[in-house]
């Protein structure tokens, strides 16, 4: 079985890739629904095992980030809340609250996409995901793949402007 | 209809007092079930909208504290994820995940029990509900009703140690 501790991201990370595009087809379905396009997956062992994107105003539910709906899924394949031996890819630096249920659910690793100068919780305003006064820290790899995460971002937010303008931006 | 705009807890404050015994109600039903005991309800205009306990083991996910019950539920009950005018009563001091939750969902106001010294993110670690550079900011009113929120988990660890230890302590 493939074991899901690679390297860090560096020149041969194919692996890598592959599983933050799978985050990236996540955050493109938040988009078609209207969401900011924010995925995120949970990889154990060389599985994809949570695969999730934002809903917070699908659901109506303030909790509803990408991150979390994939950490409660992964607890339910995995059959226990403690999910060592696991990485999660997310497409956008992790806010508070991710980050402290990264930090809970006992992680090994967070690889995410750009930073989050508003609201990152794992190195832009907090370090929560690797703070030795926590009981637990995971492996933190941040700005990978930067680019596309923030183009579709970048996309959304132009779109949403348009819109409100009427197509007069 | 009854404001929840209470003015913070002292010598009058009979209607906190009310709100904080549900809150202990629910975490004495999370002892009952093995959890550790923490409850939280959400107030809207003198009526709770959302009762929830720490679940984490029962429904084995490391997002399930009583906050982010709470929370999903107040959205569901308001049917909307902004909780403007809501206040929190919970028991314990509020962790990173579950403080960055409650910013989100842009809360008035949160009462908590003791602080948490460990994992405590609204005044002992970390300063997340009321930060400046977050998009909304909560009053903070800490320490209320401390005793007996600090007895049920004092007790519930003190039982836990006893059977670890099969009676002798």
């Given at each position: 079985m493939k074991n899901d501790h690679l390297p860090a991201p560096g020149p041969d990370s194919y692996e890598h890739e592959r599983y933050m595009r799978a985050a990236l087809v996540e955050a493109a379905a938040a988009a078609e629904a209207d969401e900011v396009p924010i995925g995120a997956v949970i990889v154990h062992r060389g599985r994809i095992i949570a695969r999730a994107h934002n809903q917070r105003e699908t659901l109506k539910d303030?909790?509803?980030?990408a991150e979390m709906i994939a950490l409660t899924q992964a607890a339910a394949a995995r059959g226990d809340w403690r999910l060592h031996g696991c990485t999660m890819y997310v497409t956008l630096e992790p806010c508070p609250m991710c980050a402290g249920a990264l930090v809970w659910a006992r992680l090994d690793r967070v690889v995410y996409g750009?930073?989050?100068?508003?609201?990152?919780?794992?190195?832009?305003?907090?370090?929560?995901?690797?703070?030795?006064?926590?009981?637990h820290r995971l492996e933190v790899i941040a700005g990978f793949m930067e680019e596309p995460c923030r183009a579709l971002l970048q996309d959304f937010f132009a779109r949403k402007r348009k819109t409100a303008t009427n197509g007069y931006p």
């Open positions: 303030p909790t509803a980030h750009p930073a989050d100068p508003k609201a990152g919780a794992c190195r832009s305003l907090y370090r929560i995901a690797d703070d030795a006064r926590l009981n």
